[in-house]
């Protein structure tokens, strides 16, 4: 009996830490799991551009985007949130909760985050198209549960996908269509200093 207490004593931490650290460890296997899931979308209606990196107005000269569909029926901004466990939030909380077992741990409202990476796009796309409004979804492909109040623009990668064919109605043209996603595909800045220097300025904001 002692044996087997100790084995849970031992292995019940490490099985927390693993799950607690997987978005940490494999940051990009959320985003790599749904850019397949969109390169499901028809290609003769919809455009994928995945890990944008764009100027920005906000505390940040560059703003990183996890991924966006340019379509017919509509431009979708979508930011990957790789958390496992428990999701808890509410679309007007600045902070949303992770739960793994009895612990706890606060993290930005995604919703918040990907606000500004809307305006990054929309800055871009609207002085061409100034009617045209930039959709916001939030995905979190690993988590065990979501409760999460106030929106219907969060989901699992499925729930994504699902409302983003939910758009029906046509309102860019083929030719309108791939304009943006041309002025998108240029402006994504590839220079791989630029890239860091973006990286670690994430990271020094995450510390305040």
Partial sequence: MWLFVLIIIILLPLAI???????FLTGR???????????????????????????????????Q????????????????K???????????????MQVIFRYKKRFYNPLRQNYAHV??????????????SVISFIAFPHAD???????????????????IKGFTNQILSDTERDNIYGILERTNIQNKEVRKSHDRTVKDLKRY
């Fill in 65 to 80: 985007i996890d991924h966006v569909i340019v379509s017919n029926f509509g431009v979708f901004c979508i930011e990957t």
């Fill in 82 to 96: 790789a958390y496992s466990g428990w999701i808890f939030g509410n679309a007007y909380q600045k902070y949303w």
């Fill in 17 to 23: 830490f693993i799950k607690w650290k997987l978005p």
């Fill in 145 to 163: 549960k979501l409760k999460i109040s106030g929106t219907d623009l969060v989901g699992y990668m499925r729930d994504v996908v699902n409302k």
């Fill in 29 to 63: 296997i959320g985003e790599s799991f749904i850019s397949g899931k969109l390169f499901q979308l028809s290609p003769a209606h919809y455009k994928v551009l995945n890990n944008l990196l764009l100027p920005s107005r906000g505390h940040s000269e560059t703003t």
């Fill in 119 to 132: 305006k990054a796009v929309e800055d871009l796309i609207k002085p061409y198209y100034p009617k045209l």
